[in-house]
C-alpha cells in the first residue's frame, strides 16, 4: 500500500527513535545480561565507559520493543509515510555498528564455528569445548550450553563465518564486529532490493528497516537469519523477472545459509505452476506496482483475462507454447538451487547435511507445543514424544498456512509473494521451535506484500496485521534480557514471560484466525485466479 497521508505523526516517530535508541543503548553499554563477554576488543569500536545492571538492561530492551511496537501499531491505525534519506540510514548504520550483539549469545558460536573453520577443522563435527583444549582465544569464548553443540547452519553462512574469522583474526571481538558488517550489509541490501521490487520507500522503512523486530532481534543480534533473508529477496526479485535459473541459484544460497529459507523456492515454483494452469493469469513484472489490482477494471475485462476454450488455433498453440516455457522456468528453478545446494553440502559432507536436518527437532518453551510435549514425554519415551510434537506442530502449520491463504484472497495477484507471506507466517505462528530473529522471513514478505495492497486490501489486511506485530511483541520480550544464565529474580520473570505470556498470546492468535477465517467470505471464480 503506498501511504496516502502527507501529514507526520509526530508522536509516532519519537516512539520510534526512543526505541531505536533504547535498543542501541544496550549494545553499545558493554557486557551486561543482554551482552556476553566478549574479551579484549582490538581494533573493534569500543564501549560506553559504564555497564548497565540487570533490571536495568531488562527495562531498556522492555521498553525498545514495546514503544518501536506502539509505533508500528499506531502506524497501521493510522498510517503515515516514513521518509528516510540517505544519511538517516547511514546514520542508523553506523550507529549499529558501534554496538555489540544483545540479545543472545550466537554471535559468539558464529565466531568459534568461522574460527575452527579457517584453523582447518570441522565445525560440524568438533564442538568448541574439545577444540584445541577449550584455550582458542576465540573458540573459548562461546557460552554454555552452544559450548557442547556443532554447527547447524548451513555451508554458505558457515564460509561467511570463515571470513569473518580469517579477517578478525585471533580476537573474539574483531571477529564478531566483521560478522555485524557483513549483517549489517544484508539488512540494508534487502531494503535495496525490496525498494527496486516496486514497494515504495515509506513502506519498506517501516516494515523492514526500522522494524523493532527486524532491527533489534535481527540486525542488533547479529543473526545469520538476516543473510538468509538477503538471499531470499534476492531469489523472489529475480524469479518475479522471469530469470529463473538466477532465482533458482539465489535459493540455493538462500537454502544453504539456512535450511529454512528455501521456502522461497517453493513459492515460486508453486507460482510457475499455478501460470501454467491458468496461462491467463496476470503475469508479474520487473516493477510489483504494475501487478496492482484494477478493481474498477469493466466485468467484460476480467472475462477477457480468463482462459478462452473457443479461441482460434493459433492462440491456443501460443498458449500451449508458453506453457512449455513456464514449465522450462520451473525446471530452470530447479537446477539452478540444486546447483549450489548439491555442491555445497558435498563439500562439507554427509554428516554436516544430517547435523543440519536434527536441528528442526527442537521444542520452543515460548510456544503452545511445548505443552504438547511435557504431557506426551509422560507416558512416551522423550524422543517419541519429541517426533510426535514436531509431527503435530507441521500439521498445525499447514492448517495455518490454509487459513491464512483464505484470509489473503484476492490481496494481490502476484502469487509468489502471497504464497511467501503464507508459508511464511504460518512457520512463525505454528512451528515448534520458533524465536524472534525466526520471524525475518514473515517481515520480509509483509513488507512485499504491503507495498502491493489497494486502499481496500490495506482495510482487509490490518486486523491480521495488528495480530500479527503483537504477537510479535510479546515473542521478542519473551527473549529479554537474552542471556542463559541469569540471576534469581530476573530469571523467574523471564522465564515466567517466556513459558506463559507467550503461549497464550499464539493461542489468542490461533484463536482469532479461526475465527476471521469462519467470517472470511467464499473465494469467487475471478478470485481463484492466481
Not at 563477554?37 to 540487570?54: S, V
Not at 509431527?391 to 495477484?413: D, F, K, N, S, Y
Amino acid at each position: 500500500m503506498t501511504d496516502t497521508r502527507d501529514d507526520r505523526d509526530s508522536l509516532g516517530l519519537a516512539l520510534l527513535a526512543t526505541a531505536i535508541g533504547l535498543l542501541l543503548l544496550v549494545g553499545a553499554s558493554g557486557t551486561s545480561l543482554a551482552l556476553p563477554p566478549l574479551g579484549p576488543r582490538g581494533w573493534a569500536p569500543p564501549d560506553l565507559p559504564w555497564q548497565l545492571g540487570g533490571w536495568t538492561v531488562v527495562v531498556l530492551q522492555t521498553s525498545g520493543y514495546l514503544l518501536g511496537g506502539l509505533s508500528l501499531w499506531r502506524h497501521v491505525c493510522r498510517p503515515t509515510p516514513l521518509r528516510l534519506r540517505s544519511w538517516h540510514l547511514a546514520a542508523l548504520a553506523a550507529l549499529v555498528l558501534l554496538t555489540a550483539p544483545f540479545g543472545t549469545a550466537d554471535h559468539t558460536n558464529y565466531a568459534a564455528y568461522g574460527r575452527i573453520l579457517v584453523e582447518g577443522g570441522d565445525p560440524w563435527s568438533v564442538v568448541p569445548a574439545d577444540w584445541r583444549g577449550g584455550v582458542d582465544p576465540v573458540v573459548s569464548q562461546v557460552q554454555d550450553p552452544w559450548r557442547e553443540a556443532t554447527s547447524v547452519y548451513g555451508p554458505v553462512g558457515t564460509w561467511l563465518m570463515g571470513l569473518s574469522a580469517w579477517l578478525g583474526g585471533e580476537v573474539t571481538r574483531q571477529v564478531v564486529w566483521v560478522w555485524q558488517v557483513v549483517v549489517v550489509g544484508a539488512w540494508l541490501g534487502t531494503r535495496e532490493v525490496l525498494v527496486r521490487l516496486g514497494t515504495a520507500r515509506p513502506t519498506v522503512d517501516r516494515w523492514w528497516t526500522t522494524n523493532v523486530v527486524v532491527l533489534g532481534a535481527g540486525v542488533l543480534g547479529a543473526h545469520v537469519d538476516t543473510l538468509a533473508v538477503c538471499a531470499m529477496v534476492a531469489a523472489l526479485a529475480l524469479g518475479l523477472a522471469r530469470r529463473p535459473l538466477l532465482a533458482g541459484l539465489a535459493t540455493g544460497l538462500a537454502a544453504s545459509t539456512k535450511l529454512t529459507a528455501g521456502v522461497v523456492g517453493i513459492t515460486l515454483l508453486w507460482a510457475l505452476v499455478a501460470e501454467r494452469r491458468h496461462p491467463q493469469a496476470p503475469q508479474p513484472a520487473h516493477d510489483l506496482k504494475e501487478m496492482r489490482p484494477n478493481r474498477d477494471s469493466p466485468a467484460h475485462d476480467l472475462k477477457e483475462m480468463r482462459p478462452n476454450r473457443d479461441a482460434p488455433a493459433h492462440d491456443l498453440k501460443e498458449m500451449r507454447l508458453g506453457g512449455a516455457a513456464r514449465l522450462g522456468g520451473a525446471a530452470r528453478l530447479v537446477i539452478g538451487s540444486l546447483l549450489v545446494i548439491v555442491p555445497a553440502h558435498l563439500v562439507i559432507g554427509g554428516h554436516a547435511l544430517g547435523r543440519i536436518a536434527q536441528a528442526g527437532g527442537g521444542i520452543s518453551y515460548a510456544m503452545p507445543w511445548r505443552a504438547v510435549y511435557t504431557a506426551l514425554d509422560l507416558v512416551v519415551s522423550e524422543p517419541a514424544a519429541r517426533t510426535a510434537t514436531t509431527w503435530i506442530a507441521a500439521v498445525g502449520c499447514v492448517l495455518l498456512a490454509i487459513a491464512l491463504w483464505r484470509l489473503t484472497e484476492e490481496l494481490t495477484h502476484v502469487l509468489a509473494v502471497r504464497a511467501l507471506f503464507v508459508l511464511t507466517t504460518a512457520y512463525s505462528l505454528g512451528a515448534g521451535y520458533v524465536l524472534p530473529w525466526y520471524e525475518l522471513p514473515q517481515w520480509l514478505a509483509t513488507a512485499a506484500l504491503v507495498g502491493l495492497l489497494s486502499a481496500e486490501g490495506w482495510r482487509r489486511f490490518r486486523p491480521l496485521l495488528l495480530l500479527l506485530l503483537a504477537r510479535s511483541v510479546v515473542l521478542a520480550l519473551a527473549y529479554v534480557p537474552g542471556r542463559v544464565h541469569l540471576p534469581g529474580d530476573i530469571e523467574a520473570v523471564t522465564l515466567g514471560f517466556r513459558f506463559v505470556a507467550s503461549p497464550l498470546m499464539t493461542l489468542a492468535v490461533w484463536a482469532a484466525l479461526w475465527v476471521m477465517w469462519r467470517r472470511a467470505p467464499r473465494p469467487t471464480a475471478v478470485g481463484r485466479r492466481p
